[in-house]
């Protein structure tokens, strides 16, 4: 059965203890099976007394982790893990933002162990973060005036940020950085979006930003504002 979950140092913990199998069923019954030299699944230990065991290691046991919006009353996510040699389970919820939310923890029905449910509500609280990318959204840039880079700022930073630049073609950059700036001079001209993603972690929140830039030639801008001008003046 699980017999314990919690939520602590941002993580929830969960707690396996296999007893409540089919094998134990039939022994609530203590005259009806012997359970002398049996030998049990997790780790080939035999059992020479002829009384079950209360506790025993059970590593790989699927749990599956399920996550509702306790305020809202929404299905959020379903995470499946499997136990450790001591029986735990951890679940770091870094995707989850700062809200309170419903685990119900439970172990599927299957050929050993039989179906069992915990449901417990934590208020998962983190710090804020917020990202800006340093440039007006739609920003032009005419070469040859292009700079190398394009900055950007973050509020309670996690360890890694990661920067995604596309265009109409698809992604053309895609990494993880740890500066608070985006190489930007080997782009081509083209419209282009850049999305910078504060990852968040166990104690901050993930945020992120978008804009829209281009890179133009001259003459194209030129080309373009005399179009707008004509147009005006039908």
Sequence with gaps: MIWKMNYDDYMINVI?????TYVHAIYAD???????????????EVNSDVFAPDYY???????VIEVWDDILKKYVT???????????????????????????V???DDDYYTYISVNDTYHIVRNSSSVNIDIPDGKVFVYPDIPEQINFTIVNRSADVRVV??????????????????????????????????????????SQDTKL???????????STNAAVNKSEI
């Design 165 to 206: 630049i596309s265009n109409q073609d698809g992604v053309v950059l895609d990494q993880l950085t740890n500066d608070d700036y985006v190489l930007i001079n080997g782009l081509t001209c083209g419209d282009y979006n850049i999305t910078v993603y504060n990852i968040g972690n166990m104690e901050i929140d993930q």
């Design 213 to 223: 830039f281009k890179i133009a030639l001259g003459n194209d801008v030129e080309n």
């Design 106 to 108: 439970y172990h599927p």
């Design 16 to 20: 396996f203890m296999g007893t409540n």
């Design 78 to 104: 379903t995470v499946t893990k499997t136990t450790d040699m001591d029986n735990k389970v951890c679940y770091n919820p870094v995707d989850l933002d700062s809200w309170r939310y419903t685990f119900k």
């Design 30 to 44: 203590v005259h009806a099976v012997s359970f002398e030299n049996v030998t049990y699944w997790y780790d080939g």
């Design 57 to 63: 290691s059970a590593p790989g046991v699927e749990i």
